[in-house]
T-cell receptor, first 115, second 116 residues
Framework: EPEVTQTPSHQVTQMGQEVILRCVPI?????FYWYRQILGQKVEFLVS????????KSEIFDDQFSVERPDGSNFTLKIRSTKLEDSAMYFC?????????????FGSGTQLSVL | AQTVTQSQPEMSVQEAETVTLSCTYD???????LFWYKQPPSRQMILVIR??????QNATENRFSVNFQKAAKSFSLKISDSQLGDTAMYFC?????????????FGKGTRLHILP
């Protein structure tokens, strides 16, 4: 089965530093998402991306966050100035056509630890 | 706004037993998808089963089946002949079918322990 690939698997950073989390969605997919999961809590939607622009974003996705699809294959999440509360597992997901019944594929996640 | 509620934070059953995980949701939409995702200790999100709201027949995938009660807005997951590998966090999730790329909303999860 095709896979969504996320790198790195673990990222440790100092508070206030910028981080970029990388994702390679499945090649024919058009819809891309970032979710996050703080340890022990539920998975929360951050942002959806289609046709090179943000489709929807949650309240969590404030000005410190940005997404980009720089080269047609990678899909990145940037946190400009990390806070302690940004420590979480970040999941990338992609789909060919989610509302037409196509499955959403999740990556293995990047565990971000902000010290 | 749509909400998903899982009222059982944690459950334990003996291997080979059948277990049912509960989920209720709230929506004013008539057309949507419901999902159960499994998250093992590796924290990978794995789709277990999916149900389209317009289908009356309950979805099944091998040992996993759902009881979808649309009027009651209930979507429970039954795991038959449970195995040690079923030990995981299980998330119930909802996605409406309005926008092209609508998001999935997750419940808080039920931690399931299968005991040897």
């Amino acid at each position: 089965e095709p896979e969504v690939t996320q790198t790195p698997s673990h990222q440790v950073t100092q508070m206030g530093q910028e981080v970029i989390l990388r994702c390679v969605p499945i090649s024919n997919h058009l819809y891309f998402y970032w979710y996050r999961q703080i340890l022990g809590q539920k998975v929360e939607f951050l942002v959806s991306f289609y046709n090179n622009e943000i489709s929807e974003k949650s309240e969590i996705f404030d000005d410190q966050f940005s997404v980009e699809r720089p080269d047609g294959s990678n899909f990145t999440l940037k946190i400009r100035s990390t806070k302690l509360e940004d420590s979480a597992m970040y999941f990338c997901a992609s789909s060919e056509a989610p509302t037409q019944g196509e499955k959403l594929f999740f990556g293995s996640g990047t565990q971000l630890s902000v010290l | 706004a749509q909400t998903v509620t899982q009222s059982q934070p944690e459950m334990s059953v003996q291997e080979a037993e059948t277990v049912t995980l509960s989920c209720t949701y709230d929506t004013s939409e008539s057309n949507y998808y419901l999902f159960w995702y499994k998250q093992p200790p590796s924290r990978q999100m794995i789709l277990v089963i999916r149900q389209e709201a317009y289908k009356q027949q309950n979805a099944t995938e091998n040992r996993f089946s759902v009881n979808f009660q649309k009027a009651a807005k209930s979507f429970s997951l039954k795991i038959s002949d449970s195995q040690l590998g079923d030990t995981a966090m299980y998330f119930c999730a909802f996605m409406r079918l309005m926008n092209r790329d609508d998001k999935i909303i997750f419940g808080k999860g039920t931690r399931l322990h299968i005991l040897p």
